[in-house]
């Protein structure tokens, strides 16, 4: 077994396994061999103590194919512990066993909350003012004895916070700790501070601000969402040669003072006065008799809850591309990218009170900023420069949703190198890309995929910008199988979900946003929302789907049989939901009107019926998943039941819609809820419908997602191609062809005249319609999951005669899976990678049998039937 390497194992889905909540993490690895026909027949777990105090442990030979999330094989870890973890495997041939793979270090946050001896403490923060209250800084001495072998810092806060030890910032990450459910679970971070601790004092310090919990938040001005103090919890533990272990924390002897951020708020943004610095607050010597003595602040310790994903950070810089004068005489930097994030400036010297300001917006209007999609949420940073020399600056308690920065006051002439944007999100792997001969097509994916980046900051949002930022469960449940093939979500949307299930509605109700802060008192009163609530049970079954996690669905069941539950009492005894009232529906829908986004071309009843015939659908499958038969029996009647409703109140007995539309169709063959005799004629009336919009999008946020899928499965892959290469609006690529670098809310956020759309609700970054990426994958180059985890990929490319060629390739949990077609002619040559421990199933596109194949590279040829080969359908009009 010399060609094969393992990658050391993974804890549950945390990147660094440091500081996690899980007592008994499930291990995964990763073989990488390029063996035709490699899978794993038997492995060997070694977990052992690097402190050498526990015994170690190994589960011995065991005849296994598992390797993706196997149960922890050990004594549970109690708070702190530690182990090293390694594994080994056999071939198929029970060939082996391999090198052991390089230990991983997992490391046990606090399991109890009376492991915590720390308490919240809080500064007394002068009356709110309507821009942004000022950020505080808190600092604590505390002695540390000598012989010192590790240190611990774990934190969380009221608020937002950055942590400083001895003068340093205390890790990498930003806008700690998160946004979460707050009243029912708080998160905090633990960081390894070894390096910075030092025997004898200590200074640890706070600066903490406003954040989620008390800036604003929402579209209708709220602040004090979760109280109106700000407070931190953090405490240092320290570990010594003699087993002896020092734990400090925040408490009563912290002081606090104003410093230089006078304003911070995540919407309206920061003001940093460089001349109220104060040199060395975060380090012994510093002379804090003048600060005030800070409060304790109520603080429920059972709520905190270790991190399951990845942190917010700073993922990469976008420098400038022009420097523009506006008509106005404004000077606005271009990024050339629309991106979620702040600047960060190099200024030269210049005299102190120097005031430099920065306005950002995603768009210029008639060569202007154009910041009136941002609402309320102003985006406005300011330094005001002490004349101490040149600097460099970035704001640390705001983010905003940009491509364009006006800056006013600067010191001289504004250079491109005396800026750059800082790129903000949670920092997920990278798992997913995707590339093609069509450069438009490429470009919509990047826009994809920087929509991502930019709605992935600790929760997932809708959008990045304006005075919302919220995570709409809607949004998130079309989107969840893209985001999940682009990036490792696992960790994040875990955290994401457990949030959901503890926003619920005791009724079961799941609200439209997660975490939720309230009913906007100028929205109609909501029910169970079909597409929205209904990521409750989607969202954790495409996580099941992509990660192989059936954790999810047993953590999870408690809220998707909720969901269900409510979802089918506001159907009705009938299932049609005649009860009547608001639905968001098939929501921005591409004819609504500007200022209607619900009114759609079908009723959002008929919506509500096949989501909730999917929803009970996957809801029975998690119950068989969890062996749970009973369930599965009452949950499958239901979506039968549902079905048949939505056939009997929808469809004509041929299968042709009550409401002829692109999403009447799709969701009746993208769900299944159709008999077979009605399917192909379905199909067709769907590719009829598409060619009499004019092969133009007609569907909203909860159609668009399937209509391609519809088609290709249909045997209408043609049109499927006609809706994608469409670039008038609405389309996919209209955006793209006007310059668009990001996903936007509305087909039309921006008019062909260079005007922004004048509805209120206009976002440039917002990824639902971005989730026709998943069919790029799955289908235009065709790398699809077949069984959970990828551990059977299905790969059925769709190629087009407007394409040459088209790539895709995600790093599964067994290792990375490519698809690459290229086309010459009619001919189709396929390349495919099956990871090893898989098995791949492959349909070519002349609609010849499906080949079975295992792990290994394979190649195949084959030419184009007709219909693809005649390229684009008759009526077509794509310019
Ligand atoms: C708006 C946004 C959001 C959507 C809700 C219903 O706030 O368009 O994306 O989910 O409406």
Redesign the pocket.
Known sequence: MTSLHLDPVTIEHHREPLGIGEAAPRLSWVARTAEAGWRQSAYELRVTDPDGVTAPFTTGRVVSADQVLVSWPAAPLGSRERREVAVRVWGPEGDGPSAWSEPTVVEAGLLDPGAWEAVMVGPRLPEPGTEGEPAALLRGSVAVPADIVRARLRATAHGIVTLHLNGSVVGEDVLTPGWTTYDRRLRYATYDVTDLVRAGENVVGAHLADGWYRGYLGFWGQRDVYGDRTGVLLQLEVDHADGTRTIVGTDETWRWALGPVTRADLYKGETHDARRELAGWDAPGFDASAWEAVDAIPCDLTRLVAPTGPAVRRTRIVHPVEILTTPSGATVVDLGQNLVGRMRLRFPDAPAGTVVGLRHAEVLEHGELGTRPLRAATQADEIVLDGRGPREWEPQFTIHGFRYVEVTGWPGTLAAEDLEAVVIHTDMRRTGTFACSDPLLDRLHENVVWSTRGNFVDVPT??PQRD?RLG?T??LQVFAPTASFLFDTAGMLTGWLADLAADQAPDGNVP?YVPFMGTDPHMPPLGAEAG?GDAATLVPWTLYERSGDAGILAAQWPSMTAWVDAFAARAGERLDFSSGGFS?GD??DASAPDDQ?WKARVPWQLVSTAYLARSARVVASAAEVLGDDAAAARYADLAERTGARFRAEYLTASGRAAYPAQTAYALAIAFDLLLPEQREHAGALLAEQVAVDGFHIGSG?LGTPLVCDALADTGHGATAWGLLLQKACPSWLYPVSMGATTIW?RWNSMLEDGSINPGG?TSFN?Y?FGSVADFLHRRVAGLAPAAPGYRRIRVAPLPSRELDWAEASHETPYGTASVCWDRDGSAIALAVTVPPSTTAEIVLPDGSEPIEVAAGEHRFACVLPVEEAAGRPAEFVAD
């Open positions: 809708d959008c919302e709409w809607g949004d439209p929205w968001f929501w921005l986004p946020f809310e609700m917002h639902a």
